[in-house]
């Protein structure tokens, strides 16, 4: 009977043993965060390319550094969803966003106005506050999937002309729909890709960006 009880005994240390090695191999520290600056021309971020550098420099001069950044976002070939990884996500605060691509497009995800913060961990302007900055540009469908023509030319253009499929990174907007409360597909952008066009709705040319590796 001793003897089986200390196999016992044994095995369920062994299995904390490891549990705690899974956990602390876990690396929380940031892997999701919103820019907290776009390119200032409005949805025109140079393509994908332009976007994913505009991420890497972000997150380098926040200090994390060791990691490919994708910007979370849609072109007329690409998937948003396609481009992030495998998770799990981990936002500035050490706050996890999501484990994976699934439930990331699900109820599962954590993202909010508290969660959803800029490289440095400060969060970002949302309904309510003085200037609106809760219209994160995404060009995707509520899955991470490409909206057609909402691209604003794949992240090419910057004048009167294009579209753009926006998120709220705070879950609000003018009613309770489910669009409203989107993250990453709440509404299209109005009078083109500018600057000023985006800045008309309540964005500011932001965008989300994940660690992909």
Same mark, same amino acid.
């Given at each position: &009977?001793?003897?089986?009880?200390?196999?016992?005994?044994?095995?369920?240390?062994?299995?904390?043993?490891?549990?705690?090695?899974?956990?602390?191999?876990?690396?929380? %520290? &940031?892997?999701?965060?919103?820019?907290?600056?776009?390119?200032?021309?409005?949805?025109?971020?140079?393509?994908?390319?332009?976007?994913?550098? #505009?991420?890497?420099?972000?997150? !380098?001069?926040?200090?994390?550094?060791?990691?490919?950044?994708?910007?979370?976002?849609? %072109?007329?070939?690409?998937?948003?969803?396609?481009?992030?990884?495998?998770? @799990?996500?981990?936002?500035?605060?050490?706050?996890?966003?999501?484990?994976?691509?699934?439930?990331? #497009?699900?109820?599962?995800?954590?993202?909010?106005?508290?969660?959803?913060?800029?490289?440095?961990?400060?969060?970002?302007?949302?309904?309510?506050?003085?200037?609106?900055?809760?219209?994160?540009?995404?060009?995707?469908? @509520?899955?991470?999937?490409?909206?057609?023509?909402?691209?604003?030319?794949?992240?090419?253009?910057?004048?009167? !002309?294009?579209?753009? &499929?926006?998120?709220?990174?705070?879950? &609000?907007?003018?009613?309770?729909?489910?669009?409203?409360?989107?993250?990453?597909?709440? #509404?299209?952008?109005?009078?083109?890709?500018?600057?000023?066009?985006?800045?008309?709705?309540?964005?500011?040319?932001?965008?989300?960006?994940?660690?992909?590796?």
């Amino acid at each position: &009977m001793r003897r089986l009880l200390l196999i016992a005994a044994t095995a369920t240390t062994a299995a904390l043993v490891a549990s705690a090695g899974a956990a602390l191999s876990q690396d929380a %520290t &940031m892997s999701f965060f919103v820019t907290s600056v776009g390119s200032g021309k409005g949805a025109d971020l140079g393509g994908l390319k332009g976007a994913d550098a #505009h991420c890497a420099s972000l997150a !380098e001069a926040a200090g994390v550094t060791g990691k490919t950044w994708a910007a979370y976002l849609s %072109t007329s070939d690409t998937d948003a969803r396609d481009r992030i990884g495998k998770g @799990p996500w981990f936002d500035a605060k050490g706050v996890k966003i999501a484990d994976d691509v699934a439930s990331l #497009h699900s109820d599962a995800n954590t993202i909010s106005k508290q969660t959803a913060l800029d490289e440095k961990g400060e969060v970002i302007n949302g309904r309510g506050d003085k200037p609106n900055r809760h219209d994160i540009l995404t060009g995707s469908k @509520p899955d991470g999937t490409k909206i057609a023509d909402q691209t604003c030319g794949d992240w090419t253009m910057s004048g009167a !002309e294009g579209v753009a &499929m926006v998120g709220h990174h705070d879950r &609000m907007g003018l009613d309770d729909s489910a669009a409203a409360k989107s993250w990453n597909s709440s #509404h299209a952008s109005r009078g083109g890709c500018s600057q000023e066009a985006l800045q008309g709705t309540g964005g500011d040319g932001l965008f989300y960006c994940f660690a992909a590796n």
